[in-house]
């Protein structure tokens, strides 16, 4: 087989790069000089074919030092070049071959090309755009390649020490967060139908129909608190069941609600005041603006966003962020008192109690009975139930932000007024949706997306 039709181009680089980018985690870091340029050596770009048997090696010899007060804005930058041609190689590699060589690298080598070309000549094209849909810079980048999942994405995975090393220590360390520790669940509602033909928000109050979907929410919400009591009959074929068992088909351990947040828009307040009604003893928060509607970020399929969209995507899409980072994370371990009033958080790494605690109180101390209705009120305390009243943008961003998956998916997703998006975050840090959309607690009348009523749109 000819080498010409089997080549491929791969890309090394001399130096360790580092840039960010705005929409995603770090990316490689560039070690820079004095005049801020990075320090490296132009990419080596290689052209090897699959059977080994003729490699042709292509390199910038150039040696000589580049002055950055000296550069030819009207002429070509050769960072920006040197990034640009690693970029088209890695592109042309991965298009080329079955390497399971990622894109992402082509795109970071395209990102940095662009931020130095903007950096030295302001008046240069502004961004690198991803296949002619958006802006390079605003793609979110993951910090592993999908599907690869990070076990550390909230920051919070217990550090081990230096005596933690050994293998049983850290499966019992890990065995007690998994028993022990508190799995949070996030309830995520979508506001009622709203009117839509007004601009200001105080005046896009919800309809009646809206105030009936919010009616139903909150008492399917306030199901939640309630104690399911099983029809089992003590007197009727109990000679099966233990004593222990009896109770237990009669008693579930509640749902333990903390807290009621909303965003900041007329709609979602509204909605949340009616859900608060059925929820007297849940503490109820003040609005939070991070939770506004937006747009969360640029979304496949798509046509060539405008330059108003890109503006938007820069505005909304780090407050979005903020709100994802504030609201969801896997809870500290529970604070036990030792009998002489030290606390520990049940595991012997020290570490594990260094982990930052957030905005989240949890302390859940030792029973000092083991019987079974004790049992079961420690079961409800190692599970924290929160409900945030916001909007179908947010809501579809979080779940994808939480499950990991390319943001860029979101508008896949479609909530209907006063649905139930419901996620899970254990305490090692694994993520599930258990609800996704759920308006099983509406009538198919009261079922809306926005103005379209019912499924038929």
């Known amino acids: 087989m000819a080498a010409a039709a089997m080549a491929a181009a ?3 680089v001399a130096a360790a790069l580092t840039t960010t980018t705005p929409l995603g985690g770090p990316v490689e870091r560039v070690q820079c000089d004095q005049g801020g340029l990075p320090k490296l050596d132009p990419p080596d770009v290689v052209l090897e074919d699959d059977d080994d048997e003729t490699t042709t090696t292509t390199k910038n010899k150039a040696t000589t030092t580049m002055d950055p007060t000296k550069h030819d804005h009207n002429n070509h ?8 041609a690693a970029a088209a190689a890695q592109k042309a590699y991965h298009q080329t071959s079955s390497s399971s060589h990622s894109m992402p690298i082509a795109e970071r080598y395209a990102a940095v090309a662009a931020a130095q070309r903007r950096r030295l000549d302001p008046s240069s094209p502004t961004d690198e755009w991803y296949h002619d849909l958006f802006p390079l810079r605003q793609k979110w980048q993951p910090k592993l390649d999908y599907p690869l999942w990070d076990s550390n994405w909230d920051g919070l995975k217990p550090q081990w020490t230096a005596s933690d090393t050994n293998d049983d220590t850290k499966r019992r360390i890990l065995r007690d967060i ?3 520790g508190v799995t949070r669940h996030i309830v995520l509602v979508r506001h009622g139908q709203y009117d839509e033909t007004h601009a200001e928000d105080h005046l896009r109050t919800l309809t009646p129909l809206g105030r009936r979907q ?10 939640l608190l309630q104690q399911p009591v099983s029809n089992y009959d003590d007197d009727d074929n109990n000679s099966d069941y233990s004593d222990k068992k009896q109770r237990r088909l009669r008693r579930r351990p509640l749902c333990r609600i903390t807290k009621l947040r909303v965003s900041n828009m007329t709609r979602a307040i509204e909605t949340a005041d009616i859900i608060a009604k059925y929820l007297p003893l849940v503490p109820y928060e003040e609005p939070d603006p991070l939770l506004n509607e937006g ?14 969209v890109v503006q938007q995507t820069d505005e909304h899409h780090p407050r979005i962020e903020k709100a994802f980072q504030k609201y969801f994370y896997r809870a500290p371990m529970p604070i036990k008192t030792s009998r002489d009033g030290s606390s520990n958080s049940g595991s012997s790494s020290s570490s594990l109690n260094d982990q930052p605690v957030k905005d989240h109180a949890t302390t859940r101390m030792e029973k000092s009975n083991n019987n079974d209705d004790d049992d079961d009120d420690d079961e409800s305390q190692r599970h924290e139930f929160e409900i945030i009243v916001c909007h179908a943008n947010v809501i579809r961003y979080f779940l994808c932000r939480a499950l990991q998956l390319p943001p860029e998916v979101w508008l896949r997703y479609c909530p209907f007024n006063c649905s139930l998006t419901y996620i899970t975050i254990r305490p090692t840090g694994n993520v599930s949706c258990r ?14 997306f926005s103005q379209h009523e019912g499924f038929v749109w």
């Open 214 to 223: 919010a009616e139903l929410t909150g008492q399917r919400l306030a199901s």
């Open 77 to 84: 930058n050769p960072i920006a070049e040197r990034y640009a």
């Open 178 to 180: 998994r028993k022990k």
């Open 295 to 308: 747009r969360p970020c640029h979304h496949i399929p798509g046509s060539k966003v405008s330059d108003k």
């Open 10 to 12: 791969t890309v090394t």
């Open 435 to 448: 609800l996704m959309g759920d308006i099983g607690h509406l009538p198919y009348e009261a079922s809306t």
